[in-house]
């Protein structure tokens, strides 16, 4: 069958327009992470320091950023990439509710492995690991169910396979830190018996308190700076 010149002008048009309109969200994309990497790489001082190849983290992130196709994807990208840099303290300023919680201001625990085992080394006295009953020098075996190992893979820097303690303590900080949108189920042994604990994730800081029930006797009360507040009042009534 034939196409009248009419008929091909109008299928060349919207061909053209569905392809430039493709190529400018990828280009959208990948304009933005170039920009990202060109800042780090100008203005992020222990690149270096940290034995950071910067210019292979741009290598195997742009192949990725061509396959974007929506934000979300561009957010879990961006914190990809600030995995190489194993640095809690380099954070984005959005996130998702599948992102992992910020360290350090979001820790509350510090594991450490010690040959085969992971021990609880510290705590942060008066927050979710604490107050559920963790103790320093307990040997975790699970997090949320799983080995530790197999989930510290998903955080380790790609740029390299040669991973230094400081790459390994910075993967064990985010996987216990946890992820917004899961709560922490935390298995330990402790004089031969397993336990398992479900410390208190502390949500939202614009609340003017945050309260939950942990146990059938204790129950968890925090008062965001919020004293001066007289709502608070009737907050704290509907929390007791």
């Known amino acids: 069958m034939k196409l009248s010149l009419l008929t091909k002008a109008i299928f060349t048009i919207v061909f ?27 203005h992020y001082a222990y690149l270096e320091r940290q034995n950071i190849d910067w210019n292979k983290v741009k290598e195997i992130y742009s192949s990725q950023v061509e396959k974007v196709k929506n934000d979300n994807e561009f957010i879990q990208l961006l914190e ?65 169910g799983k080995a530790i190992d197999e989930q510290l893979k998903s955080f380790l820097p790609r740029f390299t396979d040669h991973y230094s303690p400081k790459m390994y303590q910075y993967v064990l900080d985010m996987l216990f830190a946890g992820t917004h949108d899961k709560k922490r189920v935390i298995t330990v042994v402790e004089n031969g018996e397993r336990k398992t ?14 309260y939950k029930i942990i146990n059938g006797n204790t129950a968890y009360i925090k008062i965001n700076n919020s004293l001066g507040n007289n709502n608070l009042i009737a907050e704290f009534d509907t929390a007791l």
Not at 84 to 108: A, C, F, M, V
Not at 198 to 210: A, D, K, M
């Open 80 to 144: 990809n990439t600030l995995n190489e840099l194993y640095n809690g303290h380099s954070s984005l300023s959005t996130n998702l509710n599948t992102s992992n919680r910020i360290i350090p201001s979001w820790s509350d625990l510090r594991v450490e492995k010690n040959g085969n085992k992971y021990l609880i080394k510290d705590l942060r006295k008066g927050f979710g690991a604490d107050l559920a009953g963790l103790k320093i020098g307990m040997q975790v075996t699970l997090f949320n």
């Open 197 to 210: 604990f479900e410390p208190v994730s502390y949500g939202n800081r614009n609340e003017l308190l945050y």
């Open 16 to 42: 053209l327009f569905l392809t430039k309109n493709n190529i400018f969200a990828q280009t959208k994309y990948q304009k933005d992470f170039y920009e990202f990497w060109s800042d780090i790489n100008k």
